[in-house]
């Protein structure tokens, strides 16, 4: 639905003002792309323009000429212009925030009325100096406004934003604005409704896109399906794309208005070799494949973020990075994107993983190590063959082997100082070829995780040096294969102490949990964070779901936007320091 007013009398009922009565020349009200919401502006007399076109606000970006002019809203004695359209809901909060536009939800919480808003509006965009209260013309009059649009209220039980004490506010950020004028802005007014700012501008794209990525999972660097899927869903934002980063990865760059530091947020895209058992109607269709880990939805949580971020960058000066990463599940693929150097000019940089154990909806951190190294190792078990109705002409190198898995447990058990973590599992172990002959080798692997960096340069020596000794002791030999492979995945503290605020000010202080312990799975996000100060975080699906790497793995996507949020609300905050 489209109207427009040229010198006529119109009437018309909105969220903002409620009820609209008087003769306007130029005030435009648009259906919004069609979604629930109406787009109002002011059209600027401009002999390019379409007097019968609202003045988009992807217009607005880079577009000096083609700007709104709210003063003849308000009837200021200075004119000015601002950059943004307001885009209001049915229940009178703002839905399309891409554009930029100023939400009822942080005006509205504190009780200001329609004139206040208004007056709020034109300080923050410059239109007015502080303390200044403009009037609106007497062409535009306000009666009540209609209840249906009344703040927030609702019947029923509130959400769990809506039962949060507000976030107390610890330090303020700055937003430029066209007239160089740049108003001081809370981070609770930045945060406030991004969630759902989030979900409800493209919540359900976001959830699209998980469910398009799931259904064909693929591993390690051979991630190009899952890559075109990105690039497709991040078509038309103005972003500058590199693809065939360590192999199939993709990585993106946004430009805020001005020059400033840039910010990483990064997401992995590979699945694992899982048969898939949720029973999900958009299940794997790749038999022996599967996301388990939620790689999925951090891909679909980043494009959230790249989405909010493009149409919010009037509002920061820098530059955001975000990196599509393969081959997280034992490729490396984080450590051959900083080999690349893609990331070399990245100042801090972030990342999330959905976690099962951690209530739905909560977020936790911590300085230092907040997962393992995980090394790798295969172990080959030499004695001396024969049959199994005569041992003792042989040495039983099965023997050996399972003497040497009893052994290796010492090692940490015995050798590592008890309040410091470390893990030595043997997970596979193989040998001989029939029930009736004692096999000359036998094999064994399995994984090492540490958080000390100088006891994980020790373990390979006296893992081989106590095999040796055990095999020896009963005529055989062992041979040890150790790989050094993901590094400890350690957060800068200041970066995880600002991880922890923008958590707060955005889910509420309940929400944001400050890890005691880290957990000793490994993460090759880790390579980033060797390079770059940050934090990598762990975002809560709930206490109820299977754990990551089993074939039952799934998650209430309600989750997803308020990922977006969350990476959205951490770039924001990293680029006003």
């Avoid at 939800?105 to 410059?126: F, P």
């Avoid at 995945?489 to 944001?512: H, S």
């Avoid at 793995?553 to 959205?568: C, M, Q, R, V, Y």
Wanted: glycine share 12%; proline share 6%.
């Amino acid at each position: 639905m489209r109207a427009w007013a040229g010198k006529v009398r119109i009437t018309f009922e909105d969220c903002l003002l409620g009820h609209y009565e008087g003769e306007v020349d130029d005030f435009v009200v648009r259906r919004n792309d069609g979604a629930p919401a109406y787009q109002l502006a002011v059209v600027v007399d401009d002999a390019a323009q379409d007097v019968g076109e609202v003045v988009r606000g992807v217009d607005l970006l880079d577009s000096t000429p083609r700007q709104i002019l709210l003063s003849r809203l308000l009837d200021l004695k200075v004119p000015g212009y601002a950059h943004v359209p307001l885009v209001l809901g049915p229940d009178g909060r703002r839905l399309a925030k891409r554009h930029g536009a100023v939400t009822l939800t942080d005006r509205g919480a504190l009780g200001e009325g329609t004139k206040e808003v208004l007056a709020w509006m034109a300080r923050s965009l410059g239109l007015a100096g502080p303390g200044e209260t403009p009037t609106p013309t007497d062409q535009l009059t306000r009666a009540s406004t209609p209840p249906a649009c009344r703040s927030s209220r609702r019947s029923g039980p509130r959400s769990r934003r809506e039962r949060r004490e507000p976030p107390r506010v610890s330090k303020r950020c700055r937003l430029r604005n066209p007239h160089g004028r740049e108003p001081e802005m809370s981070v609770t007014q930045s945060f406030d409704g991004l969630e759902e700012e989030v979900c409800e501008g493209f919540g359900e794209k976001i959830v699209a896109l998980r469910r398009d990525i799931h259904r064909e999972p693929e591993l390690g660097f051979d991630t190009k399906k899952t890559a075109e899927k990105v690039l497709a869903a991040l078509d038309g934002l103005p972003l500058i794309v590199q693809i065939g980063v360590a192999e199939n990865g993709v990585v993106a760059t946004l430009k805020g208005e001005g020059d400033g530091p840039t910010v990483g947020l990064r997401a992995d895209m590979d699945a694992l070799p899982i048969h898939e058992e949720t029973g999900l109607p958009f299940a794997s269709e790749t038999d022996g494949k599967m996301h388990a880990c939620g790689h999925d939805g951090h891909t679909s949580m980043l494009v959230g973020a790249a989405h909010a971020l493009a149409g919010m960058r009037q509002r920061f000066n820098g530059t955001v990075k975000f990196f599509f990463q393969p081959a997280e599940e034992g490729g490396g693929g984080g450590k051959v994107m900083i080999e690349e150097g893609v990331a070399d000019d990245v100042s801090s940089i972030f990342a999330l993983h959905l976690w099962p154990g951690l209530p739905f909806g909560k977020a936790a951190t911590k300085a230092g190590p907040i997962m393992a190294a995980a090394d790798a190792f295969e172990m080959t078990v030499r004695g001396t063959g024969g049959h199994g109705a005569m041992p003792h002409l042989t040495a039983d190198a099965i023997a050996m082997a399972a003497q040497i898995v009893t052994a290796l447990q010492t090692v940490v058990s015995r050798e590592v100082d008890p309040v410091q973590p470390a893990v030595l599992t043997v997970g596979e172990i193989g040998a001989g070829s029939a029930y009736n002959i004692i096999p000359e080798t036998a094999r064994l692997g399995g994984t090492v995780r540490t958080l000390n960096e100088d006891l994980r340069r020790k373990m390979p020596e006296r893992m081989e040096h106590l095999a040796r000794g055990v095999a020896r002791g009963m005529r055989g030999d062992a041979e040890l294969d150790y790989e050094f492979s993901y590094p400890v995945t350690m957060n800068d503290e200041e970066a995880a102490g600002r991880a922890m605020g923008v958590i707060g000010g955005l889910l509420g202080k309940e929400n944001a949990l400050e890890l005691t312990n880290p957990s000793m799975g490994a993460e090759d996000f880790a390579y980033f964070l060797e390079k770059i100060p940050g934090a990598f975080i762990w975002l809560g699906v709930g206490e109820d779901v299977s754990g990551l790497h089993t074939p039952t793995f799934a998650f209430d996507e309600e989750i997803l936007p308020l990922g977006s949020a969350l990476l959205t609300a951490l770039a924001l905050e990293s680029l006003s320091e």
